[in-house]
């Protein structure tokens, strides 16, 4: 498998952004696209390393577990990297996308990575956001840095990799803006905290559910099997 260039990520970004009607310059709305596509996605609690899986039935249907530990910027590009995955994989397999700090990742991995950076930052977007002196001079303020990230609904992390490799910011800046404390910059600047923070524990997004109520309703399966169905997904208990 080739590796994407970064023009060429950029391009099935926008390809996707225009066959799913999001505006080239609008932020990405992960939960309305997972229910346009009817993902079905499921939000746990999962061990720090281990960011989420997706899986593709020979039927066409999909599913996603997303790792709700996480912060909703990490949980937003996780989205984003399992829908390269699950559309644009040649051979789309089952998948874990967990943690491999100090290893080279595959180039699979990597190009689910560019594709969900361009997915979430169109390059275009980001650069109307930023100053021209603040362009020029490859130095973007962290008033800037904050506007972006928060109107995106991305970590910092994610949009200074993005800003780097669009070379916006120099590699010294990147470095310095990494050191800063994520939720003391966003609070001194009056920003709310969820984006920085977990969230969406036990949230599931599809129809799964209402199928299963449907075959029920249609005695198509028993009340019992019913309740395990539900059960599978966290509804049912008592």
């Given at each position: 498998m080739k590796k994407l260039s970064l023009k060429e990520a950029d391009d099935l970004a926008l390809s996707f952004r225009t066959e799913y009607g999001?505006?080239?310059?609008?932020?990405?709305?992960?939960k309305t696209i997972l229910r346009k596509l009817n993902i079905l996605t499921v939000y746990r609690p999962l061990s720090e390393d281990l960011h989420g899986l997706s899986l593709k039935s020979k039927d066409g249907k999909c599913f996603m577990l997303i790792n709700s530990s996480r912060t909703r910027g990490h949980q937003h590009f996780t989205i984003a990297?399992?829908?390269y995955h699950l559309f644009y994989e040649e051979h789309p397999i089952p998948h874990?996308?967990?943690?491999?700090?100090?290893?080279?990742?595959?180039?699979?991995?990597?190009n689910a990575d560019?594709?969900?950076s361009a997915l979430l930052l169109p390059s275009n977007a980001v650069k109307q956001m930023i100053p021209e002196p603040e362009l020029q001079q490859k130095n973007v303020s962290i008033a800037t840095i904050l506007k972006i990230e928060q109107f995106f609904s991305v970590s910092r992390k994610a949009l200074l990799n993005r800003l780097l490799?669009?070379?916006?910011?120099?590699?010294?800046q990147y470095e310095s803006l990494c050191g800063l404390p994520v939720k003391w910059s966003?609070?001194?600047?009056?920003?709310?905290?969820?984006?920085?923070?977990?969230g969406n524990?036990?949230?599931?997004i599809g129809d799964f559910g209402e199928k299963a109520r449907l075959l029920f309703e249609h005695e198509k399966i028993s009340e019992g099997h019913y309740h395990e169905l539900m059960q599978l997904i966290g509804y049912g208990e008592s």
């Open positions: 999001i505006g080239n310059s609008q932020p990405f709305h992960a990297h399992e829908l874990i996308d967990e943690e491999n700090e100090g290893m080279s990742r595959p180039i699979p991995e990597q560019a594709f969900a490799k669009l070379k916006y910011i120099s590699q010294e966003a609070k001194a600047y009056g920003y709310d905290l969820s984006l920085y923070e977990p524990e036990n949230l599931i």
